[in-house]
C-alpha cells in the first residue's frame, strides 16, 4: 500500500461522508453512501488513486467501507469517532433546478477536525471541500509541497466567515463555485466582471471555475475565458453529487497527466463534466460505482464534437 | 439596383419595423427604429444587401428611411399605408433577463398582408420573422425556388395557431426559438428531447436552433448537435433586438457564403451571435449602425478561443 500511496501524484480529498435521503421526481434513496469526499473519491478513480480525510459515526457500515476498498480509495484517513454518520435529506422540484434540504443532522462532522497523516502530508495535489475556511486553512498548513491546490465553498461560508475563507483563497491554486456564490462572493452580477474580482482575490496566476448547472462551466486564467457548455443529457435523475464528481474527476485527471497548464486544465474540465454527467443519471452513487474509464473516453470525443468550430 | 438585387445570395426577410419605446436599467429610448426586419436587416448588412419586406404607417420618419437606404437595405417592399406605424413599449427588469410589455399597439402591422415584388420572389434566401403562420406561409408560397428558408415564431402562435404553425414548419429548412417555445412546442422540457420531437416536425434535414438566452445556444440537425455559449460579454444596456440581430447575422453569412452544410451553419451561428453582441451593448439599433466587419472578425477569433478544446 505504501508504494501506491508514494507516487508523485497522489490526490488528497478532505470533505464529508454521509449518508443521504434523497428523492427527486425520478427516483428516491435512503441512507446512501453520499458526502462530499465520497462522490469526490468515487470519480477521481477513473485516473489516480485518490486519498479520502474524513470522519464517520459508529454506524457506517462494512458495506460502504468495502465500496471504498473495491475501488482503490485510499480510507487510512477516515475517522470513525463516537456517534452517528453526518446525515442529510433533501427533495428536488420537477424540473431538478432547485432542491430543498429536509434535514441536515451533522452529527460525528461537527467535531471532525482533520489531521493528516506523515503520508498525506506528502500530498501533491489536493481539493479543500466545503468544510469550514478556518479547517481549510489547517489542513493547508499541514500540506508539506503541493503542487496544486483547489478549493470548493458556498454562500454559507461567504455569508459567515468572508475574512477566513478570503485568507484561504490567498493559498490556493483553483476555486471552484456555482454563480450565485460567484455573485454573492464578488457582489457583481455578472460572471465576467465577478470573475476578474475574485481573481484578484486569489494569489497570482490562479484559476477559477465558475460552474452554471446544466449551462456548463467558465474557467478563468489571467486574461484567457474558457466556455465549457453542459454535456447533453436527456434523462437527469438526481443531481446530488454533480459539483463533487466535477472536482473529482477534474483533479483525477490534473493529477494523473501532472500538467497544470490553461491548456490542460480545459481537458481536466472536460473529463470533469463527463464524470458528472454519468453520476446524475442514476441515483446516489450508483453510476459513479458503475462507469470504466472507456465510457469516459467515449463521451469526451462526443464533447469536442459538440463545440467544435472547425477551421 | 436591379444588378445588385439579382445576385443569387439575395436576402430576404419579412417581418415588422416599428418605433420601440424602450426602458432598462441602463437606458432609454423613445420611438426609436425597431422591429424585427429593422433589427435582421442591419445585421445582415454586415455580409450582404438583404431587402425587407415590411409595414409602416403615415407617421415614419424619413430620418428612418434614409437609415436602411445609407446601410443599402433594399427597402422597395416597405409597404407606407394609412394610419401610424406599429408601436411596442417594454421594460427591462434590473437583471435583463426579463421584460415587462408596457404597450403593444399593432396600428398598420394589424393589416399587414404581403405581397412579393416579381424581384422578391425569386429570392433564394428568405427569412421569415415572426408573424402569423398563415402570412408566413402566404409569403413562402410567392417565392419561386428558395435554397434556404428560415422561420421565426412565439408562444402566442404556438398556443393560438398550432395547426397552421406545423404546416409552415413543414416548408422550412430552418426554425430559431428560444428554450421556453421549444418546450412548449415539444411539450418537452428537456431540450434535447425537445428538440428531436421538433425536427419530427419539419421537413427532412432541417435544422433547429434553441436559443438559450445569455447562455447561447444549441444547433440540432440529424443526430448532431451544436452549442455555442453566449459571447463574454460584462455590459449588456438593452437587449431588444437581440434574437432578431442573431436571425440578420446568421442568414446573412449563410447568403453569403452560399453554402448550407451543417459546418458552415456552425460559422453563421457565431456570425450571429457576434453581431448580436454587438446589438446589446447599445440601446436600440444604435450599435447595429456603428460596427464594421473588422470589428465582427475580431471578436469571431475570440468566440473560436473562448471554446477551443485543442488537440
Not at 480525510?53 to 485510499?74: H, I, N, S, Y
Not at 490562479?206 to 489571467?222: A, D, P, T, V, W
Request: hydrophobic share 40%; aromatic share 10%; net charge positive.
Amino acid at each position: 500500500v505504501k508504494n501506491i500511496l508514494s507516487n508523485s501524484n497522489r490526490l488528497l480529498i478532505i470533505g464529508s461522508v454521509a449518508y443521504d435521503s434523497i428523492k427527486t421526481p425520478f427516483g428516491h434513496a435512503k441512507n446512501a453512501l453520499g458526502g462530499s469526499a465520497s462522490y469526490f473519491s468515487l470519480a477521481a478513480r477513473q485516473f489516480v488513486r485518490p486519498s479520502i480525510v474524513a470522519v464517520v459515526g459508529e454506524d457506517f457500515k462494512p458495506r460502504d467501507l468495502k465500496t471504498f476498498q473495491k475501488f482503490k480509495v485510499d480510507i487510512s484517513g477516515l475517522q470513525k469517532t463516537k456517534g452517528k454518520t453526518f446525515r442529510w435529506g433533501g427533495e428536488y422540484s420537477f424540473d431538478l433546478n432547485s432542491r430543498t434540504t429536509i434535514f441536515t443532522e451533522l452529527n460525528v462532522f461537527e467535531g471532525f477536525y482533520p489531521l493528516l497523516s506523515d503520508s498525506h502530508q506528502n500530498s501533491k495535489y489536493v481539493f479543500l471541500g466545503n468544510i469550514h475556511p478556518k479547517l481549510q486553512k489547517s489542513v493547508l498548513s499541514q500540506i508539506r509541497q503541493a503542487k496544486f491546490v483547489g478549493l470548493d465553498t458556498m454562500n454559507y461560508w461567504i455569508e459567515r466567515t468572508l475574512p477566513e475563507l478570503k485568507a484561504v483563497l490567498k493559498l490556493v491554486n483553483l476555486l471552484v463555485i456555482n454563480d450565485s456564490e460567484a455573485r454573492e462572493l464578488s457582489k457583481e452580477h455578472n460572471l465576467y466582471k465577478a470573475a476578474k474580482k475574485i481573481l484578484v482575490m486569489m494569489k497570482l496566476n490562479s484559476f477559477l471555475i465558475i460552474k452554471r448547472g446544466e449551462h456548463g462551466l467558465l474557467m478563468f486564467h489571467q486574461n484567457s475565458i474558457f466556455n465549457l457548455p453542459g454535456y447533453p443529457l436527456e434523462d437527469v435523475v438526481d443531481p446530488t453529487g454533480a459539483g463533487d464528481s466535477f472536482a473529482g474527476g477534474f483533479m483525477g485527471y490534473l493529477a494523473k497527466s501532472g500538467n497544470i497548464t490553461f491548456e490542460n486544465l480545459k481537458r481536466a474540465c472536460v473529463y470533469g463534466s463527463v464524470t458528472a454527467s454519468f453520476c446524475v443519471e442514476k441515483m446516489a452513487t450508483i453510476q459513479l460505482q458503475k462507469i470504466s474509464l472507456i465510457g469516459i473516453k467515449e463521451r469526451y470525443i462526443k464533447f469536442k464534437a459538440l463545440t467544435n468550430l472547425g477551421a
